[in-house]
Structures are given as structure tokens and as C-alpha cells.
């Protein structure tokens, strides 16, 4: 503890009674440093009490007459603080085989939170909201899908710089306090996100290859309808040339007939080529609201438990202020 007079020694306010009472107002600068339990930061209430106690004099010396402070004193906080209350404890111990007197003034703190919930707790719950937002937004192909993850990725970044400021706001201790448990949750949660992401990605890109569309079973588990199956359009085969026995047995005939066949073929493979693309098309389209309807699923599921993450956090807010525990020690 350190103290630092206000006035000199010739400007005390001293008051002279006709009975011989003499009282003299000595006010006094006085910097504490206190014990912090910052378990619950920025929601957390401290107690700092400051000990006077007289060195050389004993209880037979020196009578000591502590009191509470009146109702209507001013105890002022500041933009950090808010002072409760302040409790007066007036205590004896035993030194060099003598009797001293202790007074304690404890003052009860709470800290204001307004600061740091607009400042990191708001900003936080916004980037994870809206990263969230960004991983499971229904895309339409690969490229999207893409972009969400790098999405992802960024908005952790974010956060992390986020909890790099908290850090810095924090007093050093060896216990994690709330909004760090908050900011640290809120992490892992964009981050499972991402990593969903990316195996829904997968998933996506290995269903389409295969070129098979979507079970019954996927759609019932999604309460989905199926698309109307198409009738396939069928091919007319074409035997090779030298299966023909009929062939014409003039040379003229015989090479404007296999011109014709080989258009034939060229036809049948390009008819072939179209049919495959639409049906690849279909089943691409097919499986994107397959996984579309996945990332809505996510996407409520992962913005409810963002929102239940905060609503936790932010109930210790409403807890009643505790009061002074009666084994308090300076």
C-alpha cells in the first residue's frame, strides 16, 4: 500500500473543543493493491480492503473507535467500477507480546461490463453469426462451396484477434475467465463449421462421380420429394459393317453405304454424349438439394447454439451481486 498526503503539515484541518478534544482531518492519497478473482470477468464482483494499523502504538496507547461510514457518504467508482458498499472491520493481533488495533475499510467493487460487451462480446457474436451463415449458405456447385470454407477460415482468424484483445484487457492470472471460455467456445464451434464444410464438400463431389442419384432413404430422412423420373430416349443400334450381309456388292454403293453407316455411329455417340450430360446434370442437381437441405439443417443448428452460447454467457449478468464472505482476509 502506498499513501501520499493531500495537504502539508501546516494546512491540516484541525478542530479545538473547550473540553480539550482535539480532532484533526488528515486526508490521505492511498493506492492498494488487491487480490482478483477474475473467474467470472467481466461480470465479477472484488472486494479490496484497505488496513490501517499504527506501528509503534499499543491498544493501551492508543484507543481505537472504529465506525461504519454514515448512509449518505460518497464513495464515487469510476468508468470501471462501481463501489457497493464499504464495510468497516475493527480487529486485535498479537505482536512482540502487545496488543495492536487493525481497521479494515473494504470496499465491495463491481465491475461495469457495458465496455467489454460492446466492444469484443458483440463484435464476436456477430463475425461467428455471420460466419455460420457464410459455411452453410445452400451453394449451387464447387465454386461456392469453396468460398464458404475460405469464409470460415477468415472469420477464426477474426476471432482470434478478438481473443489476442481480451488477453491484453485481462489481468494476468492462472485461471480462464468467462469471456475467454466465451470467445474460446465460440472458436471451436466456427471451426467444427469449417470442418463440416469441407466433408460436405467431399461428400458432394464423390455422390455426383458416382452418377447415381439420391436413395429414397435420403429423402425421407430430409422430408424431401423426389424429382420426376424421366423417361430415358432410346438408341437405335447399329450393327458393325461386317456384320451386314446384305451389304451392296457394287464399290460405289459399298462406300456411300459406310459413309453413311460411320454418320450413323457419329450420330448414336454424340446422342449418347448429350443423354449422359443431362442425366450428369440431373444428378448434380439432384444431390446440390440433397446438401442444400444439409446446410439448412447446419445452419440452424449452428446459429441455435450460437445464440445459446451467448444467452449463457450473458446470464451472469443477471446474477445478484454477492455479498462479503465473513472469511475475507486482507
Known sequence: METKEMLSENRFDVRL??????????PVFTSVLCRLNIELFPFDTQFCAVALASPLLNVQEMDVNATQPPNDAYFAGNAEWEVINVTVRQMRFMEYGEYRVEVHYILHLNRRPIYYVTVIVVPTFLISALSILGIFSPGSNDGPRNEKVSLG???????????????????????????????????????????????????????????????NAAYRLLIMSPMKKVDSITVNNYAPIEMIKNAPKFPDLAAIYIQLTEVARAQKTYRERIERAAWNGRVEKEWNRIFARVDHVFLFLFESLNLLILLLFLRYAFLPVPDLPDDFTV
Do not use: H, W
Open 17 to 26: 473543543q473547550s473540553d480539550g478534544e482535539v480532532k484533526i482531518n488528515m
Open 153 to 215: 477460415l477468415g472469420s477464426l482468424l477474426a476471432m482470434t484477434v478478438l481473443l489476442d484483445i481480451v488477453a491484453g484487457a485481462m489481468p494476468k492470472s492462472n485461471s480462464i475467465p468467462l469471456l475467454g471460455f466465451y470467445i474460446i467456445v465460440v472458436i471451436m464451434l466456427c471451426a467444427v463449421g469449417v470442418a463440416i464444410s469441407m466433408a460436405l464438400l467431399g461428400l458432394s463431389r464423390s455422390y455426383i462421380q458416382t452418377e447415381q442419384m439420391p436413395s
